[in-house]
Each structure stands twice: as C-alpha cells, then as structure tokens.
C-alpha cells in the first residue's frame, strides 16, 4: 500500500517525484535526448519569434540597437513562456497555478539562447549596422541560433533528467 500512496502523490504532487525520473516516467538516454531537442526547438521558436517581432517594431518606430534589442529579448521571453502556457492552461490550470512552471520550465533556455545570439550578432562585423532588409543581420541572428542551440540542448537535458524544465509541462500533455 506504501508504494500505491507514494505512486498516487508523485502523480498529484510533481514536487514529490524522483529527481532521475521525468514526471514519473523512467527514459533512457535517447528518449531523454528526444525530449531536450523537442525542449530546446521550443525554445528556439518563441526567441525566434520574439527576435523577428522585436526587430521589426523597433525599427518601424526608429528605435536604437539597444531598444531593438530590449524589445527582441523582452518578446522572446514572452513568446516562449506563451508557447509554454498553452498545454498547462489547456490542460485546466489558472494561469497562477501555470506561472511557476512556466518560469521554471523556459527561463534559463530562452536566456542562455539570447545571451549566446546576441553575443554573436554583436561580433559579427557589420551585423549591428545592418538594416532588417540586410541578409547580413538575418544571417548573423540564425547564426547566433545556430551557436546557442547545443549549449540551450544540454541545460534542457540536464534539466529534463532531474525531472525539471520542460519535464514539469510534459506531466500536462495529452498522450
């Protein structure tokens, strides 16, 4: 019966899990591996969405490379904890019930992706110049992409594997 009680709050209490489990289910490494490619071009898709939308407000409205930027990265984060939102309130969560695990599961990807892709865009030649019109500027921003998605792939692996980040909304979908 003890294991029946344990097994029973693990399910309602996603706290209650193991740390080597993924929302109290066992993986092995290439399954885990699966889930932080799929975590990780989640990741990818708000912080591309949020860089595209931010560039092209910011310089509709005349803004600096440093406004440009705010708004990129201020609308990847919104974009990828949107993206992350839609299961959990789907699934029947208050948004206040949804926030902790949204925060927990996205922050540290979309931040290690925008550090990393706007560190890159920086030290391209010429890229911080360039208009949105310039392939310069879309080939330095999916470059940065490029570079920070190993380094996002493995914090979502590590993450994953110790039933946290993207393993918190994955208790959430529908199978």
């Known amino acids: 019966m003890a294991s029946t009680e344990t097994h029973a709050s693990q399910e309602t209490d996603p706290a209650a899990a193991p740390h080597d489990e993924h929302g109290g289910h066992d993986h092995d490494d290439g399954s885990l591996n ?43 984060f919104l974009f990828g904890y949107t993206l992350t939102s839609i299961p959990l ?49 879309w080939g330095s921003v999916a470059l940065g992409f490029a570079v920070a998605f190993p380094f996002a792939w493995w914090a979502n692996r590590y993450m994953l594997a110790r039933g946290k980040g993207h393993a918190l909304v994955h208790e959430y979908h529908q199978h």
């Open 34 to 76: 699966r889930l932080a490619v799929s975590a990780t071009v989640h990741c990818l898709t708000g912080c591309a969405a949020g860089e595209v939308t931010g560039m092209a407000i910011a310089t509709a409205l005349g803004w600096s490379n440093l406004g440009q930027i705010g708004l990129a990265v201020g609308l990847a």
């Open 89 to 137: 309130l789907r699934a029947g969560l208050t948004f206040a019930a949804a926030l902790p695990i949204i925060l927990a599961t996205d922050t540290v990807s979309i931040a290690i992706m925008e550090v990393i892709d706007n560190l890159v865009v920086f030290l391209v030649p010429g890229a911080m110049e360039a208009s949105v019109l310039d392939p310069l500027l």
